[in-house]
């Protein structure tokens, strides 16, 4: 979505389906929330389904008519979709190819070869983020738990000391930093320039993982004293392959679109030149959806060629890879849906207002609200879609750089303190063996840090950008 379309989401806005006030505007979101936090925590319904209803009952509790309740969902949903949809997919695909060719292993093992002693928590911080780059969070977790374990047991390591790195890892790329569906999600909603928003997002990123990785690391291991449970440990995808790719080539491969997209951010800044053939050049192969392309090209080669897949394997394997994001797809879809509901009722001149009278800055304010909706329902997904849907007004006047820091505003407090309504915090708990204190003394913790920590950053670059 571009600053353009924002700018006519917020003219749309002064022009609702409903003649609602502010404050029946203000009663009709919490309601419509309240419906979608009661369906997925107390009836387990599907984040999907609960969005899909929690709109139309934000179209009803605002007054308007359920037809262009309707209408406003689907349009959104098939905006939202359109947006985002192929990115998701082509991520998925590039990360079944990382994770089926051992790849994903490579990485490991080469960095795990050089590493040792006291590099080691460092050595996991690098692995789980480069390895979450491409991964969705749980798939990034399966990958690297049997890692985790096997280096803890091996070495003699305290389990919290080297899983928490890892955790951190993967955390702060799946909430800060695209491809991922959060961040991909939050960019579109509100007209975010993908590469500035993936550059900034590297620089919060860094040092929020430092400090909730490594650096908590050693005092969960102190509060947290659990030996690495054997029976957690499963089988690794290069057990079943005869050979893998190089490090170096899958460290390229898994790079490419991050350097593409980056690439062109930097040439929009250098250039700036609509017209000029450098800049239009790199538009076209710094664009999300072909930087991601050319990942998948290149990594059908020197991934999957490399462990000798044959044509048919490769077939099979992007196969595979799209069936799981099937519910990924729907929920971010119905998100969108939920999010143009918001717009379309109104809400966007009751945030403006909302925003003027109490003096709120808008990067926290965005903040609170995806903290809010992440404690109640448990998702970070869920809470970056419907904060980014209350926010996106806010983001016409703002500067590309600022409108990236309010993604990475939102996507931050979409991770703040996982407790146990959501899946993560129970698949943490079970790989590593803990009780339910136990998880939340690290991961709900760290989850905790890494929010503050990268909204402080966040605050701190939007005083000097």
């Given at each position: 979505?571009?600053?353009?379309?924002?700018?006519?989401?917020?003219?749309?806005?002064?022009e609702p389906i409903t003649s609602a006030g502010n404050a029946q505007l203000g009663i009709a979101v919490l309601a419509g929330i309240a419906v979608i936090v009661l369906l997925i925590t107390k009836f387990k319904v599907h984040a999907f389904l609960a969005l899909t209803i929690g709109s139309l009952a934000l179209g009803?509790?605002?007054?308007?008519?359920?037809?262009?309740?309707?209408?406003?969902?689907?349009?959104?949903?098939?905006?939202?979709v359109a947006g985002v949809g192929v990115l998701i997919a082509l991520g998925a695909i590039l990360g079944k190819l990382l994770a089926?060719?051992?790849?994903?292993d490579q990485i490991v093992d080469t960095i795990l070869a050089k590493a040792g002693g006291r590099a080691m928590?460092?050595?996991?911080?690098?692995?789980?983020?480069?390895?979450?780059?491409?991964?969705?969070?749980?798939?990034?977790i399966v990958l690297l738990i049997p890692v985790v374990l096997m280096v803890a047991k091996r070495g003699n390591y305290s389990?919290?000391?080297?899983?928490?790195?890892?955790?951190?890892?993967?955390?702060?790329?799946?909430?800060?930093?695209?491809?991922?569906?959060?961040?991909?999600?939050?960019?579109?909603?509100v007209g975010a320039n993908l590469g500035i928003t993936l550059a900034l997002g590297v620089v919060v990123a860094i040092p929020t993982v430092i400090i909730a990785g490594p650096v908590f690391g050693k005092y969960a291991a102190r509060w947290v004293d659990v030996a690495a449970p054997e029976k957690m440990i499963p089988q690794r995808a290069t057990e079943e392959t005869d050979r893998r790719p190089s490090f170096g080539a899958t460290l390229a491969t898994v790079l490419l679109p991050v350097v593409l997209m980056l690439a062109k951010a930097l040439v929009d800044i250098v250039v700036d030149d609509p017209e000029a053939g450098v800049q239009r050049v790199f538009d076209v192969i710094g664009s999300p959806m072909i930087a991601l392309l050319a990942a998948v090209i290149v990594g059908m080669f020197t991934l999957g060629r490399a462990?000798?897949?044959?044509?048919?394997?490769?077939?099979?394997?992007?196969?595979?890879?799209?069936?799981?994001?099937?519910?990924?797809?729907?929920?971010?879809?119905?998100?969108?849906?939920?999010?143009?509901?918001?717009?379309?009722?109104?809400?966007?001149?009751?945030?403006?207002?909302?925003?003027?009278?109490?003096?709120?800055?808008?990067?926290?304010?965005?903040?609170?609200?995806?903290?809010?909706?992440?404690?109640?329902t448990g998702s970070a997904t869920v809470a970056t879609i419907s904060a980014a849907g209350l926010v996106a007004p806010l983001a016409a006047d703002m500067s590309a750089s600022h409108t990236a820091l309010l993604v990475l505003a939102?996507?931050?407090?979409?991770?703040?303190?996982?407790?146990?309504?959501d899946a993560?915090?129970?698949?943490?708990?079970?790989?590593?063996?803990?009780?339910?204190?136990?998880?939340?003394?690290?991961?709900?913790?760290?989850?905790?840090?890494?929010?503050?920590?990268?909204?402080?950053?966040?605050?701190?670059?939007?005083?000097v950008l």
């Open positions: 979505m571009t600053r353009l379309s924002v700018e006519m989401l917020a003219a749309d806005a002064a009803a509790f605002a007054g308007a008519s359920l037809d262009k309740a309707i209408t406003s969902f689907t349009a959104g949903l098939g905006s939202t089926d060719s051992g790849g994903a928590p460092w050595a996991m911080v690098l692995i789980a983020s480069v390895i979450g780059l491409p991964l969705f969070f749980e798939v990034g389990l919290m000391k080297i899983g928490v790195p890892a955790l951190a890892g993967l955390s702060v790329m799946h909430g800060l930093i695209p491809p991922h569906p959060g961040p991909l999600v939050a960019i579109d909603a462990a000798g897949f044959t044509k048919g394997r490769l077939s099979t394997t992007v196969e595979k890879s799209l069936a799981p994001i099937a519910g990924v797809l729907l929920i971010v879809g119905a998100g969108g849906g939920f999010k143009q509901t918001l717009i379309d009722v109104g809400i966007g001149r009751m945030i403006l207002d909302f925003s003027e009278n109490w003096a709120i800055p808008t990067l926290l304010l965005a903040w609170l609200i995806a903290v809010a909706i992440r404690l109640a939102i996507g931050a407090g979409s991770l703040f303190f996982s407790h146990v309504n993560g915090f129970w698949l943490v708990k079970e790989y590593f063996g803990l009780n339910v204190g136990q998880t939340i003394k690290t991961w709900s913790v760290m989850e905790t840090i890494i929010s503050v920590v990268s909204l402080v950053f966040v605050l701190l670059l939007s005083l």
